[in-house]
């Protein structure tokens, strides 16, 4: 079995963003960037499945700028195959995503797509979803646990209220949550020879997909600010500050 | 042009959160439907039925909708598209990964996580954790909505619509439920809580969360909440997460206890009404949101919060 798994190259989870003062958007030219944080849970559960025998070849496909080849480039040392670079230069929204990852998957065959559940930046959470939708494949989102069970996969998800384990039919979409794993740091040699692993490139619009964003950026602007109030001395002055003057017990 | 809210239930009864969701729904402009999809769900419909500005509630009656597969209901709701032209939902685990399904069916760019209706097609919505607020106009003739409700009020009751049965989509059954678990207690659920009492790394294990963060909260009546630090390091699970990636809130009253503020964390609670932090580090970034900080040691003030809350009566 083939694994695909989809990777976003966004703005470093540790990077403090700044909206722009003219409402134009967020300024990321000189932020530092990296693979989304739940992608990279991703790469990791494909790789668990490939060491345990269960899986035979994990391929990265990114879509994005030139330099998302250096997020492909991330995950081929910590130990996947072979990654696709489908270039874009300007951003695609989840539901183009989505299509062009649908010709990817034709193309390549995968019996398993493990995708983030969502990107860091524009917290969408939405590309599985939709790639499962469009495929007429099962899905399970916000995976906590998955297991292989000969045609079927096993999964356990993150839901309000506590866990929801389902049992998908292969092929299938799987969306990791936080506490699937605890994605493994490359390795020096693993970096040496993910430099000679191939990525192919290829330009988005080769796949035919109406790239023309559905919804338009009228504007960003910073929220609404939140002063800090006013330090208390001990627990009854608390007590009585949240009686009297807030009025909330 | 109509709208069909889908409405978040536990079959036999309809969830706060729904109620929110509707008040986004109206301010779309159009007579609002609701979907209730579940099984044994009359009693979810029925109090549906009673919210005010509610012009029809739909049920789908059948055992495929029992246990918040997505593929059943994206069909569901597939089925029931020619006869709107936007479909809300509430931004619950359920809605979250059901709505995009429905989206790339209908050929649609979902908006996620609204906050604000500026106009039937113009919405604001939060990216990058809550720091940069985006307002959005879709393109789509139509529209794909889920609501983040912590920021809508709720709708009152006041209507009577009726209640007419839907037929089941044919399930693709591609999956199926094999269990669930789900905590029972007494305690509100976050997304509607009037107070939530939180607790982070400073809470040092799971049995401290036991020992001073749930006597605190069911003395107020709370939810029970953690940063994500405290449900990596398992002191508390993973539903009770309060932040980016797991639930945003906004009660009247939070309490954060032993939580640092990491970005992460107060893209969930930061439009709390009031909030309140306990921490013994004086420069913990959640003092810079806090209506009241406390500098001192959990261990003791705590328990002495307890205690005070019980002298009012509480």
Redesign the interface.
């Known amino acids: 079995m083939k694994i695909l798994v989809p990777v976003k190259r966004v703005v470093d989870f540790n990077v403090q963003i700044r909206v722009k003062s003219d409402g134009s958007g967020v300024d990321i030219a000189k932020a530092k960037m990296s693979m989304n944080p739940f992608d990279e849970i991703a790469i990791e559960e494909a790789l668990r499945l490939q060491e345990a025998g269960k899986a035979s070849e994990v391929v990265l496909v990114s879509i994005g700028p030139a330099q998302a080849a250096e997020t492909i480039r991330t995950g081929l040392s910590m130990g996947a195959d072979r990654g696709i670079l489908v270039r874009s230069e300007a951003p695609v929204e989840p539901l183009a995503v989505a299509k062009i990852l649908k010709a990817v998957v034709e193309e390549e065959g995968p019996g398993l797509i493990i995708l983030g559940k969502q990107a860091i930046d524009d917290d969408s959470n939405q590309t599985g979803q939709m790639l499962a939708g469009l495929l007429g494949w099962a899905q399970a989102t916000f995976a906590s646990k998955l297991e292989v069970d000969g045609a079927y996969f096993k999964v356990t998800r993150e839901i309000d209220g506590g866990l929801q384990t389902v049992r998908l039919k292969a092929p299938a979409i799987v969306t990791t949550d936080l506490r699937l794993n605890e994605p493994r740091y490359a390795s020096l040699p693993n970096i040496m020879k993910a430099k000679k692993k191939p990525i192919v490139e290829r330009a988005a619009e080769l796949y035919g997909v109406d790239l023309a964003p559905r919804l338009e950026v009228l504007r960003t602007t910073e929220p609404p600010g939140r002063k800090a109030g006013v330090k208390v001395k001990d627990v009854a002055e608390l007590v009585s500050r949240l009686r009297n003057e807030a009025g909330v017990i | 042009m109509t709208t069909l809210l889908l409405a978040e239930h536990d079959h036999a009864s309809l969830k706060d959160v729904t109620t929110k969701a509707l008040t986004a729904a109206a301010q779309l402009g159009a007579p609002v439907d609701v979907l209730v999809a579940g099984e044994n769900a009359r009693g979810a419909a029925e109090a549906a039925a009673k919210l005010s500005g509610v012009a029809k509630v739909l049920l789908a009656d059948a055992p495929a909708y029992a246990?918040?597969?997505?593929?059943p209901l994206?069909a569901l709701v597939r089925s029931l598209a020619p006869g709107y032209d936007a479909f809300v939902a509430p931004a619950?685990?359920?809605f979250?990964?059901?709505?995009?399904?429905?989206?790339?069916?209908l050929?649609?760019?979902?908006?996620?996580?609204i906050i604000k209706v500026v106009a039937p097609d113009?919405f604001e919505r939060?990216?990058?954790?809550?720091?940069?607020?985006?307002?959005?106009?879709?393109?789509?003739a139509k529209k794909v909505i889920t609501v983040r409700s912590s920021t809508f009020a709720a709708t009152g009751e006041g209507g009577s619509a009726p209640v007419e049965a839907v037929a089941a989509a044919a399930d693709?059954?591609?999956?199926?439920?094999?269990?669930?678990?789900?905590?029972r207690n007494n305690r509100p659920?976050l997304?509607s809580a009037r107070?939530i009492v939180s607790g982070g790394r400073g809470m040092r294990s799971s049995a401290n969360f036991t020992k001073y963060i749930e006597p605190l909260a069911d003395r107020?009546g709370a939810g029970v909440g953690a940063s994500?630090a405290a449900?990596?390091s398992g002191f508390a699970?993973?539903?009770w997460q309060v932040g980016?990636?797991g639930?945003v809130v906004a009660p009247?009253?939070y309490i954060a206890i032993g939580i640092s503020g990491a970005?992460q964390h107060l893209a969930g609670m930061?439009d709390s009404?009031?909030?309140?932090a306990i921490n013994k580090d004086?420069d913990a970034p959640i003092?810079?949101?806090?209506?009241?900080?406390?500098?001192?040691d959990l261990y003791e003030?705590v328990p002495?919060?307890t205690e005070?809350?019980g002298k009012?009566g509480?």
């Open positions: 246990h918040d597969l997505a593929e994206a619950t685990s359920r979250k990964n059901v709505m995009p399904r429905v989206a790339a069916l050929d649609v760019m979902q908006i996620s996580e113009t939060p990216i990058y954790a809550g720091n940069a607020i985006q307002t959005v106009k879709s393109r789509d693709p059954g591609l999956s199926s439920f094999v269990g669930e678990r789900v905590a659920e997304a107070v107020l994500r449900v990596d699970p993973n539903d980016q990636t639930k009247e009253l970005i930061k009404k009031v909030i309140v004086a003092f810079q949101v806090a209506d009241y900080g406390l500098v001192a003030a002495e919060l005070e809350l009012l509480r």
